[in-house]
């Protein structure tokens, strides 16, 4: 849950008219989790296609399903791992700058705290002396405007710094890999171009209805694989922290 404003402090700052910046750690929070998912999602259909990939052994044996075994792990060690590793990384990030935007509220309410006592004895004293303890009350209303103000300049240059430009950006790369499916396409090249399994020989096999139900299977597991990356999409387009 966002941080909520001291009674007091709401007081105050409705009553001198100063709004609170308008920044909510738990979006943030949101987004990590929200990547997060897509990382599982990735890892899990990775996870079902190298079972398929493993699952060809039973109906093709030759030069180029070793061919194949060799290129897909050498995908899943970098394609895929640094996909999923990257997501983790960007969520741990976002994790670290909400953490950042609360510690920096809690720095602007401790002030605003001091400044709404203040303000209390203020209006009590200008009860007892008929408005000229008002005189004070320039003062409380410059330094919540100051303290404010500067709080909603470092959560906005934070947020843009660290939050859009450090973890989105790099985001929307890591995305775009996942969609294009490199390691997928490496597998599909293999079972679904007629006379790519090789010429026969020694130890050669093939079965080619069960080799056009796997390259079917991983026709949709590369389908599935952009369907997280669509739903990742939409849930960060837009994105606004308020």
């Given at each position: 849950m966002a941080i909520e404003l001291p009674g007091e402090v709401v007081s105050m700052l409705q009553f001198i008219g100063v709004n609170w910046?308008?920044?909510?750690?738990?979006?943030?929070?949101?987004?990590?989790?929200?990547?997060?998912?897509?990382?599982?999602g990735v890892d899990g259909t990775h996870q079902k296609a190298t079972a398929t990939v493993h699952q060809l052994a039973a109906s093709y044996q030759g030069a180029s399903y070793e061919t194949l075994v060799a290129s897909w792990a050498k995908l899943s060690s970098t394609h895929m791992t640094d996909l999923v590793d990257a997501c983790h990384t960007v969520a741990t990030a976002l994790d670290a700058a909400a953490d950042t935007i609360v510690a920096m509220k809690w720095q602007a309410i401790g002030e605003l705290?001091?400044?709404?006592?203040?303000?209390?004895?203020?209006?009590?004293?200008?009860?007892?002396?008929?408005?000229?303890a008002e005189a004070g009350?320039?003062?409380?209303?410059?330094?919540?405007?100051?303290?404010?103000?500067?709080?909603?300049?470092?959560?906005?240059?934070?947020?843009?710094?660290?939050?859009?430009?450090?973890?989105?950006?790099?985001?929307?790369?890591?995305?775009?890999?996942?969609?294009?499916?490199l390691a997928f396409e490496a597998v599909e090249g293999v079972l679904g171009v007629p006379g790519s399994a090789?010429?026969?020989g020694?130890?050669?096999?093939?079965?080619?209805?069960?080799?056009?139900?796997?390259?079917?299977?991983?026709?949709?597991?590369?389908?599935?694989?952009?369907?997280?990356?669509?739903?990742?999409?939409?849930?960060?387009?837009?994105?606004d922290f308020t």
């Open positions: 910046p308008n920044v909510n750690e738990d979006k943030v929070r949101d987004m990590a989790s929200h990547i997060r998912e897509f990382a599982d705290g001091g400044l709404a006592v203040t303000f209390a004895a203020d209006q009590a004293a200008s009860v007892m002396t008929l408005g000229l009350m320039a003062l409380i209303v410059e330094g919540a405007e100051r303290i404010t103000d500067y709080l909603e300049q470092q959560l906005e240059q934070y947020i843009i710094g660290e939050v859009i430009e450090a973890a989105i950006g790099p985001l929307v790369d890591i995305v775009a890999k996942a969609v294009s499916g090789g010429p026969g020694s130890g050669f096999m093939i079965d080619p209805k069960a080799l056009e139900d796997h390259a079917d299977t991983v026709t949709s597991h590369a389908q599935e694989v952009e369907g997280h990356a669509q739903l990742l999409k939409g849930r960060l387009t837009g994105v």
